[in-house]
């Protein structure tokens, strides 16, 4: 049974360039979180996709946007990129059979802006 | 906004000792989980708290969620290295699906 996948690894960008990171969830899942983490801290909210619709949004501005396909799988896509966007972006998927709210961490996109 | 603050920040410990972080909330909470990040991996889910003052024991890890929902502690009793890592807290709103993160707690254990 495989987990929570992320791809890809880790990407480099320049500033004003664009971004899509990707996300499987754990088999069985059904909703699917975004996280930002910065060096250093703790992983902040982005937004969770559920039913292939936004279901909650952090504070982040509209320069990040997401996606969720049929098949449960998440796209999260950030626009104009600028330096502050570096950080390791965490995807988390959960569902009925991990008892609800319990959150299975995928390994991270790690994403450098230069 | 929502805070989540953890204390302390570091905590370097020797082989044997314990060991306790604390959480602490701006507002009331629904839920807190609390997960471990060893240096350079990702997140991993080690339990929840829902009820007013309930207590949780994983083997030498005692969870506590406070009366008022609003702090919670993780202790981990005679520390291995095997415990090194960021302990996080992250604390939930109502019933939302929204969890907001503490600023973590950093333990080194030293042989």
């Known amino acids: 049974d495989a987990g929570v996948t992320q791809s890809p690894t880790h990407l480099i960008k320049t500033r004003g360039q664009q971004v899509t990171l990707r996300c499987s969830p754990k088999s069985g899942h059904d909703t699917v979180s975004w996280y930002q983490q910065a060096l250093g801290q703790g992983p902040q909210f982005i937004f969770q996709y559920y039913e292939e619709e936004e279901r909650q949004r952090g504070n982040f501005p509209d320069r990040f946007s997401g996606h969720q396909f049929p098949n449960y799988s998440s796209e999260l896509n950030v626009n104009a990129l600028l330096l502050g966007d570096s950080a390791l972006y965490l995807c988390?998927?959960?569902?009925?059979?991990?008892?609800?709210?319990?959150?299975?961490f995928g390994p991270g996109t790690r994403l450098l802006v230069l | 906004g929502q805070q989540v603050m953890q204390i302390p920040q570091y905590q370097h410990v020797q082989e044997g000792e314990d060991f306790t972080t604390y959480c602490n909330s701006s507002?009331?909470?629904?839920?807190i989980q609390w997960y471990k990040q060893r240096p350079g991996g990702h997140p991993v889910f080690l339990i929840q708290l829902v009820k007013s003052g309930e207590v949780k024991k994983q083997k030498r890890l005692t969870f506590q969620f406070g009366e008022a929902k609003k702090n919670s502690s993780l202790h981990i009793t005679a520390t291995q290295t095997t415990d090194v890592g960021t302990y996080f807290c992250?604390?939930?709103?109502?019933?939302?699906?929204?969890?907001?993160f503490g600023t973590g707690t950093s333990l080194t254990v030293i042989p």
């Open positions: 507002t009331t909470l629904s839920n």
């Open positions: 992250a604390g939930g709103i109502d019933t939302g699906n929204q969890f907001y």
């Open positions: 988390a998927s959960s569902g009925r059979t991990s008892g609800g709210q319990t959150q299975y």
